[in-house]
């Protein structure tokens, strides 16, 4: 499994964009030495999900091996 932070760049409708995260924290800085670049870009048309991301808060990603496929 690999952990990224991103921070919720900007929501516009059902596309939803984000950023590695960079500063505000040391937790922050050790992601981001890990991870420097890069976006998250979804686009989703469950409003319900859609519903659950704020501007500017941070999220974990986490990216696992889809085993079987």
Known sequence: M????????YKDGNNLHMSPV?????????FF???PGGNFDLYC???HAMAQFEHGKEYYIDITPAEGQ
């Not at 690999?2 to 760049?9: A, D, M, P, T």
């Not at 960079?22 to 050790?30: F, H, I, P, V």
């Open 45 to 47: 048309v469950n409003e």
């Open 33 to 35: 030495a890990a991870t």
């Open 22 to 30: 960079y500063t505000g924290s040391e937790e922050n800085k050790q």
């Open 2 to 9: 690999v952990r990224c932070k991103f921070v919720c760049s």
